[in-house]
Structures are given as structure tokens and as C-alpha cells.
């Protein structure tokens, strides 16, 4: 398995372009499932293992799928298959998204019921409850869940009990392939959500009040292929601003969308960081040691779960205690014990960490159990005095394309091992 090797205490200095986003890519993907004619999707971060395993998903479905550099081309390889195979829902649970489109499409499919991960239990209940309102019935079968709608889907009103982004994600899609206007209240806001929206709306469905927590779909029964340019990562580029802040030093993010890190930007302004978003991208500037300021998570447009695990690494340095509290996962703290071995000062207790600030952490051999309390390690190892091992790179593999070379490209000493 890889390893990083980091020698840290260096500052961050100079530009790096952020990919695109893995979490709109990957519903956009798959909502070619709603069309046989070609589709083309740009700006697709093809390194990823994720969206490698997306392009496994589709092909195993029936598409036939090109990859060339960041633009994927989908069309069609016959029919398609209305069971997404198990051993690719394990790796990832969006795949579990692959249910909207053929449930609407064809009025069957079965899902396998994708298992929980490190940071929860991620059940499906919302996503099932939503194609309920839709008029699909539900069977489980050994670990599968058999969806049917034998006179297809209708168009209908969706109330998620939660603002679930892969639910919100699953309902527009199969409402897309649906004939007649469908609505889903309390949608999910995320920018990811907005851009598959318009991607949507390209392939010939109408789609209003995307960003808002009430979504419109006016679907239809034949929809058309299209092309599509993917929005830049903003977790991506969340991660870099708070590697730039940690290490104190000065970046300019390429392609990053400030509007979509408002919560963050606030809560890094308040740290002590000068940021200026321009057109085309954001410039941090760290010129002293953050002060510690407290966040808790929120569906967007709060503070976003993804960035918690990187923003504690920053709060271990600050000056000063801070309190950071987990609202959307049940079990997203697993990198604290990690950074208390490289000195930091956390207690987690249930849904709530206290950080107290130390002047500096040190290096040590330390292991990822998510995309992104890897990248918390990452950070941390980035502003230590000393060398880290982070060991199970694979994860972070899942979520950000080249990072060992971007963070070079900054400056950093980073090197990838294959232990
Ligand atoms: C998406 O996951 C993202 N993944 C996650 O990013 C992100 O952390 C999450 O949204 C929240 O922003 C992709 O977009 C591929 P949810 P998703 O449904 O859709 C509970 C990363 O690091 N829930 O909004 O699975 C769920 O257990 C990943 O890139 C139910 O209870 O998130 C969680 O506690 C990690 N029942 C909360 O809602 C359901 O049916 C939010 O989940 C669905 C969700």
C-alpha cells in the first residue's frame, strides 16, 4: 500500500489549478444512464478512483465509456443492465445513484444495500422513501433492495427528511426520466446539486429552484445526449487553503470558485488569513499563527463535514482552544487520535471535539481511514516540525488527483512511497 513521506514546516508558496469536482462528476456520470445518445463530460477528474470505478459502473450497466485526459465520453453499448453489481457498490456507495435513472427508465432495478464506512453507517432509507413518492415499490432481497414501478414511475412530490445530497441527487434523476413536473422539498443545496441540475437540464429535462431546498423537475420520457463542463472541487480547494494557512504561507487556487467556500472563507478570515478572491480563482495570504475559532457542520450552505477533518489540523496549531462539532456524520473524528500522535491536544467526546492549540506538532507515523482524514493528516504533516509517514494513501487516492504533485508544486517535500 502507498505511503506519504513528508518533511514538513515548510511554507506553501505559489499557484495550483483545482480539478474538477469529484461529487458533481460522479452523479453527472451516471445521469448519462438517462440517455442512449452520447454524452461528453469535461473538466472530469479521471485520476480518481472513484470516477475510475464509475466508468466501471457504467460499463458494467452497458455504456460504452472513453476516457481521454479530464473528458469522458459516454454512449451506448446496447441495452442496459438494471443491477448494479455488488463488489462495485462496496467500493463506492454513490453508486448507489446508478437507482434513479434505470428505476425511471425501465420500472426495475435492483440495488445492492451499499455498507457503511469509517465516518458511518450511511443507510439508503431517504433515497427509498423518495422513490416511494415516486410510486416505486421496495423488496429486500438478501443484501439487495429490488425496486419496481411495473407501470413506471409517476411524477410526484418528494419530502426528504433530511437535505441528503445523494438523495436529492437520486430523486432529481429518476424525476428527469419522469413525464410531468415532480418536486422534492428540502433538497439538498450543495453546488454539486446545482451542476447536475444543469446537466439535467441539457440532456432536455427543466429543472428550477436548484440551490434552494425546493427542486422542480419537469422530466421526460425520451431525454437527449449533451455536453457538460464539470465545476471546479471546492473541497479540493478548501484542503489547499488550509494547507496555505497551516504552513503560513501564500497560494493562489487556480479555477477555484470562492462562492462556494463562503462558510469556510468566513470561518479562515476569522483565523487571522487574508483571502481575495478574483475571476478565475481565490489568493490566501497566512502571515501569523491562526487564531482558534470554533465551526460546526452543516448541510451547505454550512460550514461542509468534508473540510471538518482538515480545518481541526489547523485548529491544532491555533492559538488558543476551539470546539468543533460533527452534525451531518455519526462518526467523523477518526483523525484525532491520529494528530494526538503528532502532539495535538484533542478530546472527542460524542459529536463534539475540543482542540487546544500547541505552537507545533511533530512528525510521526500516522494512518488515513477516509478521503479526508487523510487529507487532515496531510495538512498536519504539511505544518510539523519533522517527518510523516501517512500510510493507507489509497484512501486519499479516492477523493484528490496528483496531490503529492500539486503540493510539490507549492513548495512542500512530498514523496510517494510504495511500501
Ligand atoms: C455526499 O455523500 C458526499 N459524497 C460526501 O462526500 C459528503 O460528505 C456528503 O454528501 C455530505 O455533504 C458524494 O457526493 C459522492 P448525505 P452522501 O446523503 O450523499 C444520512 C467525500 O469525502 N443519510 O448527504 O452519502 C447519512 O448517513 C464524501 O467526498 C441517511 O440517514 O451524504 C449522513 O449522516 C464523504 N439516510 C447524512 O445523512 C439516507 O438515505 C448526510 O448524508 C441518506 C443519508
Not at 59 to 73: C, N
Not at 212 to 228: D, E, M, N, T, Y
Not at 365 to 374: H, L
Request: aromatic share 4%; glycine share 10%; with cysteine.
Amino acid at each position: 500500500m502507498d505511503r506519504f513521506i513528508i518533511d514538513g514546516g515548510r511554507r506553501l508558496r505559489g499557484s495550483v489549478r483545482v480539478s474538477g469536482s469529484k461529487n458533481a462528476a460522479l452523479p453527472i456520470l451516471i445521469a448519462t444512464l438517462l440517455t442512449d445518445e452520447p454524452c461528453r463530460v469535461d473538466n472530469v477528474p479521471t485520476r480518481l478512483r472513484d470516477i475510475k470505478t464509475t466508468v466501471r459502473l457504467l460499463e458494467s450497466l452497458g455504456k460504452k465509456v472513453a476516457v481521454k485526459g479530464s473528458s469522458v465520453r459516454v454512449a451506448s453499448g446496447g441495452s442496459l443492465k438494471t443491477q448494479a453489481p455488488y463488489d462495485l457498490v462496496k467500493q463506492m456507495r454513490a453508486s448507489v445513484l446508478a437507482a434513479g435513472p434505470l428505476l425511471a427508465r425501465f420500472g426495475l432495478v435492483r440495488v445492492p444495500i451499499p455498507g457503511g464506512c469509517a465516518i458511518g453507517l450511511r443507510p439508503i432509507d431517504i433515497h427509498l422513501k423518495a422513490f416511494a413518492a415516486l410510486g416505486a415499490r421496495e423488496v429486500a432481497d438478501g443484501g439487495d433492495i429490488i425496486l419496481s414501478a411495473p407501470s413506471l414511475l409517476k411524477a410526484g412530490r418528494v419530502r426528504l427528511d433530511f437535505p441528503s445530497v445523494g438523495a436529492t441527487e437520486n430523486a432529481m434523476m429518476a424525476a428527469a426520466a419522469t413525464p410531468g413536473t415532480s418536486v422534492i422539498e428540502n433538497a439538498a443545496r450543495e453546488p454539486e446539486i446545482a451542476d447536475l441540475g444543469r446537466f439535467l437540464e441539457r440532456l432536455g429535462a427543466r429543472v428550477s429552484g436548484l440551490g434552494s431546498s425546493r427542486v422542480r423537475v419537469r422530466g421526460a420520457s425520451a431525454l437527449k445526449g449533451c455536453r457538460h463542463i464539470v465545476i471546479p472541487d471546492r473541497i479540493e480547494a478548501g484542503t489547499f487553503l488550509l494547507a496555505g494557512a497551516a504552513t503560513g504561507g501564500e497560494i493562489d487556487l487556480k479555477g477555484a470558485h470562492a462562492d462556494d467556500l463562503s462558510a469556510v472563507i468566513l470561518k479562515l478570515r476569522a483565523a487571522g488569513a487574508e483571502i481575495k478572491p478574483y475571476t478565475g480563482g481565490i489568493r490566501l495570504v497566512m502571515r501569523r499563527r491562526p487564531k482558534a475559532v470554533s465551526v460546526t457542520t452543516l448541510p451547505y450552505p454550512g460550514f461542509p463535514t468534508d473540510l471538518q477533518a482538515p480545518w481541526m489540523s489547523l485548529m491544532c496549531l491555533a492559538r488558543g482552544a476551539s470546539r468543533v462539532r460533527e452534525t451531518v456524520f455519526e462518526n467523523r473524528f477518526l483523525h484525532a487520535a491520529e494528530l494526538a500522535r503528532m502532539g495535538a491536544q484533542i478530546r472527542a467526546r460524542g459529536n463534539e471535539a475540543r482542540v487546544a492549540g500547541v505552537e507545533r506538532l511533530s512528525g510521526a507515523w500516522v494512518m488515513a481511514s477516509d478521503i479526508r482524514a487523510g487529507a487532515a493528516l496531510v495538512v498536519a504533516a504539511l505544518a510539523a516540525g519533522g517527518r510523516t509517514v501517512v500510510q493507507r494513501v489509497y484512501h486519499i487516492d479516492r477523493g484528490y488527483e496528483r496531490l503529492e504533485a500539486k503540493l510539490r508544486r507549492l513548495g512542500a517535500r512530498v514523496t510517494r512511497t510504495n511500501a
